[in-house]
């Protein structure tokens, strides 16, 4: 239901802050002043990108009741947009809005939040436009190829996510991609479910439309 994704994504990171593309390449003027605000107060965040799911990006506007993006939220609670932020920030009341988020969320619940956090969500290094290896790159352009909708995770702003995944999911190395939450495989796996033609069917059942009324259930 996508009143439960949205949940899961508001509780992936204790500070989650959903924009228009990523931190390192951010698709609007708000989203990248937001960026530069809660990194010049060295503020760890995760992040989601609205543009890539078009449901998460009108379901949030009627989950949170705030009718723009970006929104950050803390402890899966609602803080506001860019000027609710730098208005905190200049009276020196971001730091505390955010620390209480900062109380360490079990790490196998984090990892299952957010490897459920999009039907097919892939963990790469960097972003899906700016990816940081040849490898995320390739992945990246395969699933484009299929026309695969796909969440991302940048591996490379989260060591401890970096690592438990690892242990979490039995697979050592990165990118690796999920559907429905459970583990298909890294490059060589997708390249070649690809060329065998069984991307796709692999991948349908995440992209199967549920009804959106039900997901509002």
Request: hydrophobic residues 35%.
């Amino acid at each position: 239901p996508l009143e439960q994704r949205l949940k899961e994504l508001t509780h992936s990171s204790p500070n989650m802050l959903f924009m228009k593309g990523s931190p390192d390449a951010p698709r609007c003027g708000f989203s990248r002043q937001i960026v530069e605000l809660l990194r010049e107060e060295g503020v760890t965040f995760g992040h989601f990108d609205i543009l890539s799911d078009e449901e998460v990006r009108q379901g949030l506007k009627t989950y949170s009741n705030w009718p723009t993006y970006p929104q950050l939220y803390s402890s899966g609670k609602l803080l506001g947009g860019l000027d609710v932020v730098r208005e905190m920030k200049e009276e020196g009341e971001l730091k505390d809005a955010l620390a209480a988020s900062d109380a360490p969320v079990p790490l196998e619940q984090r990892l299952k939040e957010l490897t459920h956090s999009s039907p097919n969500m892939l963990f790469m290094k960097g972003s899906p436009d700016a990816p940081r290896c040849g490898f995320s790159r390739q992945i990246v352009e395969l699933l484009r190829e299929e026309g695969v909708t796909f969440g991302h995770f940048d591996i490379l702003s989260d060591e401890e996510v970096r690592q438990g995944l690892k242990t979490y999911s039995n697979w050592p190395t990165y990118p690796q991609l999920y559907s429905s939450g459970k583990l298909l495989g890294g490059l060589d796996v997708v390249r070649e479910m690809k060329e065998e033609g069984e991307l796709k069917d692999a991948l349908a059942a995440s992209d199967a439309p549920v009804p959106l009324e039900q997901r509002l259930k």
